[in-house]
């Protein structure tokens, strides 16, 4: 078990989740079963303060290893970018560490992190971007320095932007040779359609970024406004203080807030969207808007997902759909919120001939769901597997803090991770099957098959049939360069 500072509570409790005694002697020598320890869990917290522009940082020291890491998360991300060029914004931070930085060029940035056996990354996402490192207590300050110059002064070198576009390019058109990635690119289109939550890079866009954009992308979203810096290894308090001080107090304040995310207005239509490609297996991805981050009923989601598609071999979609009927190679689902809406969804993986038995199974165990409470003790087995995996998230120091930065970032509770484990205890069954019943309405679904000839006559007679779930829906055939093409 490791040294560091966890409290003995969580200690007990990762043991027994990998096996040990599933009961041990309380205080008085009462019995402590394992779900008591893992509901009692209470995760530390990490020190904190703030700097006059508004940079958070959260630390927390461990002395196991002559270590430190950093992460430095950035509010704002591609859904506040341009529209196009599109992925713009992932580009930017991607060269903020690639092209060299303050007084290092790229070539000479890489040899001096491979000197001192250190890392330095970056990347922006959706919703947030930032640096991260890693390197021994004892370059703490020289890497400090490099990772200060990455986030604050990137170079953008034009060598090193090429490099990257050439790249993106060859993953652009190698897209058609994974059906899994047709399915996913083309399901995300048609549930957003040209808005930043459904836009997708395709080659004209990364053939129009330039090094005077990143720029540009730099000065607009690098800001200490909301900043959090996290850093946790065998360093002390008042030298983070001072090394945070020396190289990012005198980042320049904005002053203003990041504007709200774009509102989720686009609304998909339901339906099957058949994009026909070589492949002997099928690919099928279908699901419908879906909710923001938080609502009330989070508890009983997290059970739903559990029960429904996201166990593995312990769900229904897995138990039914594959193990009984042997329609799938593989089956999933659940609920996954985001930002303004996020999406329900399944996934599977089936033989050509097979695409509509499994589509319409995979919508019967939903229906079943929706009709019938999960029992009691299939829901108390979800419960436990959930608090169980739940702890797993606080295994290390580093864990801690950067869940800590996450859970700011995306405007948690302050008390989310202190409530959380109750919460979870107290769902019921009959609150799971609200959530099927309120969260899902397959008939706004759309449902996105990649697959061959055989497949797309598979789909058609089970729609003409008219007999099952499929009947109900419109069939369009689409085309996939990069992204889909409507006919």
């Excluded at 038995?357 to 597997?385: F, H, M, N, Y």
């Amino acid at each position: 078990m490791k040294s560091f500072r966890i409290s003995g509570l969580l200690c007990s409790a990762l043991l027994m989740v990998v096996g040990c005694s599933a009961a041990g002697v309380g205080p008085g020598g009462s019995s402590v079963t394992r779900s008591d320890e893992v509901a009692q869990f209470k995760p530390i917290q990490p020190e904190e303060w703030r700097l006059a522009n508004g940079l958070t940082v959260i630390y927390l020291k461990d002395d196991e290893l002559p270590l430190v890491k950093g992460r430095l998360f950035i509010r704002g991300g591609s859904l506040w970018g341009p529209a196009s060029p599109a992925g713009s914004v992932g580009a930017m931070g991607d060269q903020m560490r690639q092209g060299g930085a303050g007084p290092l060029s790229a070539d000479m940035l890489d040899q001096q992190l491979e000197e001192l056996a250190a890392s330095v990354s970056s990347s922006f996402s959706s919703e947030f971007g930032g640096v991260s490192f890693s390197c021994l207590s004892s370059d703490v300050e020289k890497i400090l320095k490099i990772f200060a110059d990455v986030a604050l002064r990137p170079r953008f070198e034009g060598d090193r932007l090429a490099l990257w576009k050439g790249q993106s390019l060859e993953a652009i058109r190698r897209r058609k040779e994974d059906p899994s990635t047709v399915a996913s690119i083309a399901f995300t289109q048609l549930m957003y359609g040209d808005t930043p939550y459904g836009r997708v890079s395709v080659e004209r866009d990364i053939t129009a970024i330039n090094r005077e954009l990143l720029v540009s992308l730099h000065r607009q979203f690098v800001r200490p406004d909301g900043a959090i810096l996290v850093m946790t290894g065998r360093v002390d308090r008042l030298e983070v203080e001072r090394l945070v001080s020396e190289y990012f107090g005198g980042w320049q304040s904005r002053g203003t807030p990041l504007a709200a995310p774009p509102p989720v207005s686009y609304q998909p239509k339901p339906g099957v969207y058949f994009i026909e490609l070589p492949f002997s297996q099928a690919s099928v991805q279908m699901g419908q808007l879906g909710i923001p981050r938080l609502t009330p009923d989070y508890p009983a989601i997290e059970i739903f997902n559990e029960v429904f598609g996201s166990s593995g071999f312990g769900s229904r979609l897995m138990q039914r759909v594959r193990t009984e009927l042997g329609l799938t190679y593989g089956v999933y689902g659940g609920i996954s919120p985001a930002v303004v809406r996020g999406v329900n969804y399944v996934f599977l993986q089936t033989k050509a001939g097979s695409v509509a038995p499994a589509i319409e199974e995979s919508l019967s165990v939903l229906a079943g769901l929706q009709s019938k409470a999960p029992s009691d003790e299939e829901v108390g087995e979800k419960r436990t597997a959930v608090q169980n995996s739940y702890v797993l998230n606080f295994d290390s120091v580093d864990e801690i803090a950067v869940r800590n930065a996450r859970l700011k970032l995306l405007k948690y509770p302050i008390d989310y991770d202190q409530t959380y484990l109750a919460k979870i205890k107290a769902v019921s069954p009959e609150e799971v099957r609200q959530v099927a019943q309120k969260r899902w309405d397959a008939s706004q679904f759309v449902v996105v098959v990649v697959g061959n000839e055989q497949a797309y006559q598979n789909v058609q007679r089970a729609m003409d049939a008219h007999s099952g779930a499929l009947g109900a829906f419109g069939l369009t055939k689409l085309s996939f360069e990069s992204a889909i093409v409507m006919h």
